[in-house]
């Protein structure tokens, strides 16, 4: 079982169409990170929050708003995507940005298949 | 910037072998955390093994250990007494902070197959 949980699993949305992903962990993590994945290509980072706040933008189109209203919950708002949008996106979070402990690898979530028609 | 280069999109090997996964990487750091992930089908990428580069030990898992070779850049993954579950996408990261907290840089993976 993943402890950090992503909804919906699958979504299926037209060009002109506005949906949310929806990321949750309730591990006390202050770091949550959205990541692109197509098929058989590694995952490219998207966005990164520390303490609630927009950390880092890969530079990500503006067509992509993410959103973390609280500490537990991440939110990936979608609207006018392309096809070539179409890709699994991660979510993953860490007890802090900068943490050194050891025992504090990224927990991912199982991701949402994005499909863009 | 860091880049990481996997050099085997696919290896196949039988139940019960071993099988070594290799990765080089680049970096000007001099103090970086490398990792293994496992993708498997389910699609969650799963912290296999993880490596601090100020540490000459290599470090194990139980069937899973790396060899570190710092001054070549060199990170390869050894999967003993391979199982059937150990098929998945396997991912080579490298960061600089201890959790991969500040983003990971991603090798382009290895598909793993173990064949029964």
């Known amino acids: 079982d993943t402890e950090v949980t992503q909804t919906p699993k699958h979504l299926v949305m037209g060009m002109t169409n506005k949906k949310s992903l929806k990321c949750e962990q309730h591990?006390?993590?202050?770091?949550m990170y959205w990541y692109k994945q197509k098929a058989k290509k590694p995952p490219e980072l998207m966005f990164v929050?520390?303490?609630?706040?927009?950390?880092i933008n890969e530079s990500v189109p503006s067509r992509f708003s993410p959103e973390c209203p609280n500490s537990s919950l991440l939110n990936l708002h979608l609207h006018a995507l392309q096809p070539e949008d179409s890709a699994l996106y991660l979510c993953?979070?860490?007890?802090?940005?900068?943490?050194?402990?050891?025992?504090?690898?990224?927990?991912f979530g199982n991701g949402t298949r994005l499909t863009v028609t | 910037a860091q880049t990481v280069t996997q050099s085997q999109p696919e290896m196949s090997v039988q139940e019960a072998e071993t099988v070594t996964l290799s990765c080089t990487y680049d970096?000007?750091?001099?103090?970086?955390?490398l990792f293994w992930y496992k993708q498997p089908p389910s699609r969650q990428m799963i912290l296999v093994i993880r490596q601090e580069a100020y540490k000459q030990q290599n470090a194990t898992e139980n069937r899973f250990s790396v060899n570190f070779q710092k001054a070549a850049k060199s990170f390869s993954l050894k999967i003993s007494d391979s199982q059937l579950g150990d098929t998945a996408m396997y991912f080579c990261?490298?960061?600089?902070?201890?959790?991969?907290?500040?983003?990971?840089?991603f090798g382009k993976g290895t598909h793993l197959i173990i064949q029964p």
């Open positions: 993953a979070s860490s007890p802090t940005l900068s943490d050194r402990r050891p025992n504090s690898p990224l927990h």
């Open positions: 591990m006390g993590h202050r770091a």
């Open positions: 970096t000007s750091e001099n103090n970086y955390y």
């Open positions: 990261a490298f960061s600089t902070s201890g959790g991969g907290a500040d983003g990971l840089t």
């Open positions: 929050y520390s303490y609630e706040k927009l950390s």
